[in-house]
């Protein structure tokens, strides 16, 4: 390069650079502001909503700290603790997750306090967590400030909580082994309950595996969509709406979506459950407390988990299998909570039901996998 | 030339003519070049063919060349036997569910097709051990055999003239068999323990095996799925008046018990 060409490319890196600081200094991103002193965050309080609003864009780019300021019952929490409340103590899915949208929604107002909804959606690594707090507001010299209904974290006692724990642990056969010689069996399962249901979005096959044997099993389920004519239409598996690991004569439901299919274009399903041996322990156990189901509209099943063991469940993955009068499977539900299960902490779950699919159920049964920091136990 | 030879033994050819000559035999995984007296009795030393297979035979002088081929069977005698039993672990009590299949190999890991006779032998602690025998059918034999009534370890042989093979195969118990459990009040809740869980032939069941308990009160229920440790499975639960309380595990359903304090 010649030396004009090198000093007119030093002259557009210098005057690029000198522009993108203008501009970043002008239109911060809003994580910036956040840790900047600026006032970009949208500080109006002159209504309950928009003090809601407020509060939610200060959450949603990380700053606590001015999220905390603005609150009026600051003065009972610490800004660590309001921190915890939105982010979790304990590692669980709270802690990696942003707050990707929130709506506030006005319930009651009068001239020195008001009520507004707050819906929180949080992008965790297992998908959207919705959560939802009514706040109340109260008017300080004219300016709207939220009085934070803190959750205090929960303090599980100094103790020594025995554990006399069962665990297995595998051994798989060597390469240097005769190829006859045996290796240990997989487990046995079974698919006990299959039952196809069409909706809006595709075919959706319900059914529930047990596993019928004495050791630990890793499970899947991978289901064929045959035509009339025998020739595959479509092959998927159950992911993650499934128990993926089953304790013996332990019964896990799963669902297979097969979108934009409709079920007069099948003539037969081919279903195929995986298992394979899993080292595995069978704590933590946990407590399905108050399971109601609430009938339609806005149809779900609620209750609460607790954790009988002494080691903290990091990650909570409810599934709901709903039944009819005669038994029969009519949909399966699932909810990850984003809240550590602690020893003896109650703590909350709902799972949506689809209201046309609500009126049809009878019953209910759920289960509950857990996993711990480490890997699922 | 001989025809056909066992696996790994000598053998002689013999040569017209005269001078110096190169044998060569080219067969399955072997090919063996070797310089020899023609007009004498060349002699193949004992293991130079041993994989069984159809061999072709070149004998060369400056001359000429004279082709031929022999066949190299198994050896008579069993040296080797390879064992696959399948499953490794079954529910006791159940007919012809462990399968045995035998195949019978010479010193040289050739497969014998020679029909043989393979005796298999399922010994279980504390009872009579079944015994089957089978012919092989180019070099496999198999039979099938009933899992015990008592849990653990059988140990399955096969057998074929003075070599045997062994395989474990674990017995565990089968379905829980009448499942019940009891219930006493312990503070606001209720204590459920279960009576050592069985399986129909008396076997304990295997500890870590999930028992289910399960409390309806109104329109409310509680679960708990809890494994079996020491043969019992043991919960506390919240105590609700007129509730009514379940057990099962897997398919297999308990008794019932109405919670009325």
Not at chain 2, 88 to 96: C, G, Q, Y
Not at chain 2, 171 to 188: F, L, R, S, T
Request: aromatic share 8%; net charge neutral; glycine share 8%.
């Amino acid at each position: 390069m010649s030396s004009g060409g090198a000093r007119l490319l030093a002259v557009v890196l210098a005057g690029a650079t000198v522009g993108l600081v203008a501009i970043g200094t002008l239109w911060p991103s809003k994580t910036a502001a956040a840790f900047a002193s600026g006032a970009q965050f949208t500080t109006s309080a002159g209504t309950p909503e928009a003090a809601v609003r407020s509060l939610g864009e200060q959450i949603r780019a990380k700053a606590y700290g001015r999220a905390y300021e603005s609150l009026a019952n600051k003065g009972e929490f610490s800004e660590q603790q309001f921190r915890r409340d939105l982010t979790s103590g304990w590692p669980d899915l709270r802690t990696y997750a942003d707050l990707s949208e929130f709506q506030a929604q006005p319930l009651h107002a009068t001239d020195t306090d008001a009520t507004v909804r707050f819906k929180m959606v949080w992008s965790t690594v297992v998908g959207p967590s919705a959560s939802t707090k009514d706040l109340h507001l109260v008017k300080n010299g004219g300016k709207w400030q939220i009085e934070w209904p803190i959750q205090k974290e929960p303090v599980v006692p100094p103790q020594v909580i025995p554990v006399n724990y069962l665990r297995w642990d595998v051994i798989n056969r060597s390469s240097a082994d005769d190829w006859g010689a045996q290796d240990v069996e997989a487990p046995h399962v079974r698919i006990v309950d299959m039952h196809p249901v069409q909706r809006a979005e595709g075919l959706v096959l319900l059914g529930e595996l047990l596993n019928e044997d004495v050791v630990p099993a890793y499970v899947s389920v991978t289901a064929t969509l045959l035509s009339k004519d025998q020739k595959p239409i479509d092959t998927e598996g159950s992911f993650d709406d499934i128990s993926h690991q089953l304790l013996p004569k332990q019964v896990t439901p799963f669902v297979i979506r097969f979108p934009n299919v409709t079920i007069s274009q099948v003539g037969s399903v081919r279903m195929t459950p995986f298992s394979t041996l899993i080292s595995a322990s069978a704590d933590p156990v946990i407590e399905i407390q108050n399971e109601k189901l609430t009938p339609a509209p806005d149809a779900s099943l609620t209750g609460q988990l607790t954790n009988q063991s002494g080691q903290i469940a990091n990650v909570a993955h409810v599934l709901g299998t709903f039944y009819d009068q005669q038994g029969q499977v009519v949909w399966v539900g699932d909810q990850y909570v984003d809240h550590a299960l602690l020893p003896g902490t109650p703590v909350a779950f709902n799972i949506h039901i689809p209201e046309d699919l609500a009126r049809k159920v009878s019953s209910q049964r759920t289960v509950v996998a857990t996993y711990s920091f480490g890997g699922a136990q | 030339m001989p025809k056909s030879i066992e696996a790994g033994s000598p053998f002689s050819i013999q040569s017209g003519g005269s001078g110096k000559g190169t044998l060569y035999i080219a067969g399955p995984g072997q090919f063996i070049k070797q310089d020899v007296q023609l007009g004498s009795s060349i002699e193949v030393a004992s293991g130079s063919l041993y994989n069984a297979g159809h061999y072709s035979v070149w004998l060369s002088s400056d001359s000429s060349t004279k082709t031929g081929s022999i066949d190299v069977v198994p050896a008579q005698k069993p040296a080797d036997i390879t064992f696959i039993a399948k499953p490794s672990r079954l529910p006791v009590a159940m007919h012809n569910a462990i399968t045995g299949s035998a195949y019978v190999f010479d010193s040289y890991g050739n497969l014998i097709t020679k029909p043989m006779q393979v005796s298999f032998q399922l010994s279980n602690a504390g009872s009579a051990p079944q015994t089957r025998t089978a012919e092989t059918h180019n070099g496999a034999a198999w039979t099938q055999m009933d899992s015990a009534t008592r849990e653990g370890k059988a140990q399955f042989v096969a057998r074929v003239g003075d070599v045997s093979s062994t395989r474990i195969v674990g017995q565990v118990p089968g379905d829980p068999c009448n499942i019940k459990m009891n219930a006493k009040a312990a503070g606001n809740k209720i204590q459920l323990v279960t009576d050592p869980v069985r399986d129909c032939s008396g076997n304990a069941i295997s500890d870590g095996t999930i028992v289910t308990f399960t409390e309806t009160y109104g329109a409310e229920k509680t679960t708990v799925d809890v494994p079996l440790k020491k043969g019992v499975a043991s919960v506390e639960i919240p105590a609700h008046r007129g509730a009514t309380i379940s057990v099962a595990s897997g398919v297999v359903l308990g008794n019932q018990i109405r919670w009325a304090q």
